[in-house]
C-alpha cells in the first residue's frame, strides 16, 4: 500500500487550513487503512522546526503515522498551455505518495505546460491541481474532481467557487480556467480557453 502525502501551505510561519487537511488525513486513514486517526497535526508540525520568513510547502508523508517532514521553498510554476487528455481507468482519490498514473499522463502533454484530465467525458483535474473555470461572471469548479484538494474545499465553503456538472464539450462555454492547490488559491496561474489544445 503506498504511503501518503499532505502538502500544507506554510507561509511566514504560519500553516494554512490545518483543519481541511487534519480531515482529508482522517478521512484518507479511516477509507484505507480502517482506523482512526491519531495524527494530531497542529501539534505535529508546531513541534517541528519549520522556517518562519517567506513561503514554503510543508510535505508530510504519513501512513498510520508520520514518516517524514520537509519544509520546501515555493516558487509558482508559470503555466501557459493546458492539453486536454482523456483517462477513464485513471484513479486517485487519496494522494497518495505513487504519483505514477499521473505522471504518465502528464508525459503526455507535449509541448504544453500542464494537463487537463477527462474521465468519462468530465473534467477533473490537472496534474498537480484542482481546476476552477470563469463563465464571465462566476468560477465553477468540476463536480468530478479524481482528488477533492483542500483548497477546492475552502473556496466552496466560503462561497468564493460553486461546483457544476462540465463535460469536457463544455470546456469552451467559460471564458478561462485557473488551477488551484493548497499552495495555489485564487492567485494560481490563470488562463484563457484558447490556451487550452484539445
Known amino acids: 500500500m503506498s504511503r501518503l502525502i499532505e502538502s500544507i501551505c506554510l507561509n511566514d510561519g504560519v500553516f494554512y487550513r490545518l483543519p481541511h487537511h487534519q480531515a482529508r488525513m482522517n478521512k484518507s486513514i479511516h477509507e484505507i487503512f480502517h482506523q482512526q486517526n491519531e495524527i494530531q497535526l ?32 515555493y516558487k509558482t510554476k508559470p503555466v501557459s498551455s493546458l492539453k486536454i487528455i482523456k483517462a477513464d481507468s485513471i484513479e486517485y482519490a487519496h494522494k497518495f505518495e505513487d504519483r505514477s498514473a499521473l505522471h504518465q499522463l502528464y508525459q503526455l502533454r507535449e509541448d504544453c505546460d500542464d494537463v487537463l484530465i477527462v474521465k ?79
Open 42 to 73: 497542529e501539534d505535529f508540525l508546531y513541534a517541528q522546526s519549520y522556517p518562519t520568513q517567506g513561503l514554503f510547502k510543508c510535505r508530510i508523508i504519513y501512513d498510520i503515522r508520520t514518516h517524514s517532514v520537509e519544509f520546501i521553498p
Open 120 to 198: 468519462n467525458g468530465f473534467l477533473a483535474d490537472s496534474y498537480y491541481s484542482n481546476v476552477i473555470l470563469y463563465d464571465g461572471g462566476n468560477w465553477f469548479t468540476p463536480s468530478t474532481p479524481l482528488l477533492a484538494g483542500t483548497m477546492r474545499q475552502y473556496l466552496l465553503e466560503t462561497g468564493k467557487i460553486s461546483e457544476a456538472t462540465i463535460r469536457v464539450e463544455d470546456v469552451r462555454l467559460f471564458q478561462k480556467v485557473k488551477l488551484i492547490n493548497a499552495m495555489l488559491g485564487l492567485d494560481g496561474p490563470e488562463l484563457s480557453i484558447s490556451q487550452i489544445v484539445f
